[in-house]
């Protein structure tokens, strides 16, 4: 039995139900909702000690991060998403934590500032947003260049990098950040968003946010 603790609105908690849906593994939900101070009960810290969202339990064993989370769903199901054989599964790490590293801090500077820093009535950090659109000039050509040359980020497979870039990238609508520029990377991500495993989550991030936010804002 697998029960997933998150929040629709979390792409961190998207990245997981990917996976999930890719592998074809029924789970129970835990709406944790960290508005509502839900990741940080005792049950909650026990599944995932930092209280950030996703955290998992699968009979017992339970986990938090979720490209962590990931690898090992894809690991113990045998899953071409992230393959055995070293050298091949070392390629999908390196696409994955040039994402997890630089574009999520670039991405994460850009969307607190635009989107949720208004929503709390906060004033925006300039500077921070300014470093991150920066970034996302110099980080998004790389991701472009890769997918120009392959069907996939780690060459003609789908892995667990491109889970976690489609999830990273959920919020580029929301953030106002254009991919115009970016054409590889739009095919690409049109290509994911319209297979069965996102469509399960989301028909359209962008308007499930909004309207979740949106009822959050009226029934404060
Ligand atoms: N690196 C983490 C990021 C998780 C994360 O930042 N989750 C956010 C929601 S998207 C959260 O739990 N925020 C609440 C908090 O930090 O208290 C992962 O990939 O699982």
Redesign the pocket.
């Known amino acids: 039995m697998i029960k997933l603790y998150?929040?629709g609105?979390?792409?961190?908690?998207a990245?997981?139900r990917y996976c999930l849906n890719l592998l074809n593994l029924k789970y129970d939900w835990v709406e944790t909702n960290?508005m509502n101070g839900e990741?940080?009960t005792p049950e909650y810290l026990s599944v995932?000690p930092?209280?950030?969202?996703?955290g998992i339990d699968i009979d017992g064993f339970k986990l938090?991060?979720?490209?962590?989370?990931n690898r090992y769903l894809a690991l113990t199901h045998g899953s071409a998403l992230y393959p055995q054989d070293a050298k091949k599964q070392a390629v999908v790490d390196a696409w994955t934590d040039y994402v997890?590293i630089h574009v999520?801090q670039a991405m994460g500077r850009v969307t607190y500032n635009r989107v949720f820093a208004p929503m709390m009535a906060q004033k925006a950090d300039e500077e921070s947003l300014r470093v991150g659109l920066d970034f996302l000039d110099k980080y998004f050509p790389v991701l472009e260049k890769q997918l120009s040359q392959n069907q996939f980020l780690a060459g003609s497979q789908l892995s667990l990098a491109d889970i976690n870039l489609l999830a990273n990238i959920d919020w580029v609508e929301l953030a106002q950040i254009s991919l115009e520029k970016y054409p590889s990377i739009k095919k690409w991500r049109a290509a994911l968003k319209s297979q069965p495993f996102y469509q399960q989550c989301y028909k359209d991030y962008t308007d499930y946010v909004q309207e979740a936010m949106g009822a959050r804002a009226q029934a404060k």
Not at 50 to 54: A, D, H, L
């Open positions: 998150g929040s609105v979390s792409s961190s908690v990245k997981v960290p990741n940080k995932s930092t209280g950030k969202i996703p938090f991060e979720s490209n962590a989370i997890a999520a």
